[in-house]
């Protein structure tokens, strides 16, 4: 207990930093907070907080995918974490993009100004409903117990309507997801070879239905090293088994869009967006992949190695795609400021103080794991 | 109105000849003059090309010739499909411009240009995007833009964009720019890179540091433009969303189905014994 404690007065500290970076945010604008420039206009927040946390908040639907849909009961007990992980996911990621976008005030626009050839419209439109959904589907949750209780008849009505609810998500899911990867789609001539592809739209969802998959093995391993619990590890190495097929699925396309572009000799010419990718590549697709095809899959060690892993690999590559390529042709570098990036953790931190609330709250896990009283 | 498919028959262009440019900067002046568009303090965050929040056109420097930088008005420009609140229009006159009224400040115009032109007020609490109009409001009233009036030397001119190639091929074909004999390269900038552009370029060294398509940088067609080739991507989605919806409707179905069946037969086993 004595960890948990100390990790999250860390995460506090972090959000209370976060909270008043964020301030100086509001009060003397984006140039003042931030390292972004005319010639790298994508920082952190966008990118890392808002692009890559949606990329990690797939579990939610894929798991939704595999219990309710599909019916494979087996995992049934990774259903809640996933909504949640996915809830929170959605929910910094917007909350990110609120803090990113230079006139916050206008969030709505894009519901009275419609682009629809836009994929950014279609991002926003999607996460936003999509986000609802999480919502909705966390409201049987926290309508079971506690200071939300009275309103549990309307939990129990969304219960019935959970298929068509879970469906639609999973619609939009796949519709944003899709083109959160076609948003560099444009940029053929200023995203470096290696990232860019004409089916990023593909690559990135089937890249974060893998690294989602892994978030959620990664989130059940921490909790249940946190609580003292004990993990169920042969469902959980079931569901890292079902990311390493995405992320599998994953390096074939890649490497068939390397080839097709002829890009292979660039990654081994020397330069050093080449060592990245590999890199990248190994964090993202060969360690768990290694973990997994070796006996270590069957201990919680290995499973969260090939967890984090992936996690990394995933936030590499997204980092690599809307940052990093863009560095030899805008002849520009970027790191994130001090602000920037105590705004970015402190997001993620929140989120994480908010996780824990809920999980010892509410029945996540099949028995919610109580705080004892002395710790 | 904005303009659909295509240069219309009233669509202007700028022709910027850099063989006649010396780089005295009074397009720079008059844009600045013209629009008011502020101070000239380079901000932390600006690009070293000199365009910035607060000017829409500068002078670059490319192997000792002077070249003009400005937003060069795609035919079917990448902004314009990017933007997810549709603040950048294509004008029937040729000019791309931009509605602060609806910007959100996403700034993926910045990501989508393949020109790298729109930049950011980064210094201002309430911050929009910046670049060239071609003097929108000026063309309305019948005047030139204030750049190519300002050149003293000829070197920015203004006309129909059909006028402006025709003179280009002219200039071209005679190897001489109208005072001088030179050694273009025998090409229009902008004729059709990505679609087109409204400011074309006549040049005697090569311009891909404006942004033009490099040969034998990606492999994409070259003639692409930007938005084409996020419309065949962009169309993918909604038969995406079909597939997915129409096929986990039909597992859902399919496994009710059966799921009642089964049910229905072990309430007959039930009965039965």
Request: charged fraction near 15%; proline fraction near 6%; include cysteine.
């Amino acid at each position: 207990m004595k960890r948990l404690m100390i990790l999250k007065s860390v995460l506090i500290v972090i959000a209370i930093f976060g909270l008043i970076a964020c301030i100086g945010r509001f009060a003397f604008g984006l140039g003042a907070a931030t390292a972004v420039s005319d010639q790298i206009p994508w920082g952190q927040w966008k990118v890392l907080n808002m692009i890559a946390g949606a990329a990690l908040g797939t579990c939610g639907f894929v798991t939704a995918l595999i219990v309710v849909v599909l019916r494979f009961e087996r995992f049934e007990p990774l259903l809640r974490p996933a909504t949640l992980i996915a809830f929170l996911g959605y929910g910094s990621s917007c909350f990110a993009l609120l803090l990113d976008i230079g006139l916050p005030w206008r969030i709505y626009h894009p519901f009275i100004y419609p682009n629809i050839h836009s994929f950014l419209f279609e991002v926003s439109v999607c996460v936003t409903f999509y986000f609802t959904i999480t919502a909705i589907e966390m409201i049987p949750i926290v309508t079971e117990r506690g200071i939300l209780h009275k309103f549990h008849n309307l939990g129990h009505k969304i219960h019935h309507f959970v298929v068509p609810i879970v469906i639609i998500g999973i619609t939009l899911s796949s519709m944003h997801h899709t083109s959160l990867g076609a948003l560099f789609v444009p940029s053929p001539e200023r995203l470096h070879p290696i990232w860019y592809s004409p089916w990023l739209n593909w690559i990135f969802i089937i890249s974060a239905m893998g690294a989602g998959m892994m978030t959620l093995v990664w989130v059940c391993l921490t909790v249940a090293g946190l609580y003292n619990r004990k993990a169920d590890l042969r469902l959980l190495q079931a569901a890292a088994f079902i990311s390493v097929f995405f992320l599998c699925f994953y390096a074939a396309i890649k490497a068939v869009d390397l080839s097709a572009r002829n890009v292979w000799p660039i990654i081994f010419s020397g330069q050093w967006e080449g060592v990245v990718f590999i890199i990248e590549s190994l964090l993202l697709v060969a360690v768990p992949v290694a973990v997994m095809i070796s006996p270590a899959r069957r201990t919680s060690a290995g499973l969260l190695v090939a967890s984090v892993s992936a996690i990394i690999g995933l936030v590499m590559n997204r980092l690599n795609v809307g940052i990093v390529g863009f560095f030899r042709t805008a002849g520009a570098t970027y790191f994130p400021s001090i602000g920037e990036l105590f705004i970015g953790l402190g997001v993620m931190a929140g989120a994480a103080l908010l996780f824990f609330v809920i999980v010892e709250n509410y029945e996540i896990y099949d028995k919610p794991p109580v705080l004892p009283k002395e710790v | 109105m904005s303009a659909k498919h295509g240069p219309g028959a009233n669509a202007m262009a700028i022709l910027t000849d850099v063989t006649r440019c010396v780089g005295c900067e009074k397009c720079v002046m008059a844009c600045e003059r013209t629009w008011n568009t502020g101070d000239t303090i380079p901000s932390v965050h600006a690009a070293p090309d000199g365009l910035s929040g607060n000017r829409w056109t500068s002078i670059v420097k490319i192997k000792d010739r002077f070249v003009r930088k400005q937003c060069l008005h795609c035919v079917d420009p990448s902004c314009v499909a990017a933007c997810p609140v549709h603040a950048f229009y294509k004008m029937e006159n040729g000019a791309v411009i931009y509605k602060a009224g609806k910007c959100i400040g996403c700034r993926y115009c910045m990501i989508a240009c393949p020109y790298s032109i729109p930049r950011y007020d980064w210094d201002e609490p309430k911050p929009f995007v910046q670049k060239c109009k071609m003097c929108y409001e000026r063309l309305l009233e019948g005047q030139r833009p204030a750049c190519t009036q300002a050149c003293p030397y000829g070197a920015t001119i203004f006309g129909t964009r059909t006028e402006m190639i025709a003179e280009a091929h002219k200039r071209l074909k005679a190897r001489h720019n109208g005072v001088e004999a030179v050694s273009y390269i025998d090409k229009i900038w902008g004729l059709h890179e990505y679609g087109g552009t409204s400011v074309m370029y006549l040049s005697d060294v090569n311009l891909y540091e404006l942004g033009f398509p490099t040969p034998g940088k990606v492999s994409a067609p070259y003639d692409s433009i930007p938005g084409h080739y996020s419309h065949p991507v962009a169309l993918q989605t909604p038969f995406l969303a079909a597939t997915v919806f129409g096929s986990l409707a039909g597992i859902t179905w399919i496994i009710n189905r059966r799921m009642a069946a089964a049910e229905q037969k072990q309430k007959e086993k039930d009965q039965d014994y």
